[in-house]
Each structure stands twice: as C-alpha cells, then as structure tokens.
C-alpha cells in the first residue's frame, strides 16, 4: 500500500510517497497523485517529489512517476526531484528511466546526495 502526503508551501508543492508502489497500488496512487495536484491549484509552478520512503517499486511504478513528470511539464510546472529512495534510483537505473540529471522524469535539483 503506498501513501501520498502533500503541502503546499506559496508556488510549490511538496509530494511524499511512501510504501510499496507496484502494479497493484498504482491505479490507487496515481488518483492520489491527481487529487493532491489539482487541489494545489493552477498557481503551483513547481512540485518536489520526496520518494525516499518507497520500499519496493516495479516497472508499474517507473511508468507512473514518468507519467506524473511528463504531466506536470506539459502544463507547465518544474518537476524536482527532493529525496530519493535507493530502490526507486536502482530500478529506475536498470531501465534506463534515470541519469546523474533525473529521475524517472523528475530533474535532479534539491539534495542530490540525500537518498535513504
């Protein structure tokens, strides 16, 4: 089961995931995820995904934070990347879905050495 936490802090909004995010938690997530962006509002330019606290993540999981990054860039807003978790950065590695620049979408650009 994952988790999204969020606040909104002036023009930025800080995601949290936490959990499991796997094929069976996605479809869950991603609803999460939408409901959190669109309750911020169109005066969010940027959001900073915290993934530190994701234990476990499948290729579902890639696509869906792929998604969200490619989501958020269209409409304009930044996608960073705050905290990462080891997983999520190994995973994302092995399927060529990361970079020293980004991960799964989101631009490497806060706390670049904080990954748990």
Request: charged share 15%.
């Amino acid at each position: 089961m994952s988790q999204v936490h969020a606040h909104t802090d002036g023009a930025t909004l800080h995601l949290s995931l936490a959990g499991t995010l796997t094929i069976a938690e996605s479809a869950e997530t991603r609803a999460d995820l939408m409901t959190q962006l669109a309750a911020a509002g169109s005066n969010v330019r940027e959001v900073r995904l915290d993934h530190s606290a994701v234990p476990e993540i499948d290729t579902a999981g890639i696509q869906l934070l792929m998604a969200t990054a490619r989501s958020l860039q269209t409409q304009g807003r930044q996608a960073t990347l705050q905290r990462s978790s080891d997983v999520v950065r190994t995973v994302s590695l092995a399927l060529g879905a990361a970079d020293a620049a980004q991960c799964c979408g989101f631009t490497h650009t806060l706390a670049t050495g904080a990954s748990t």
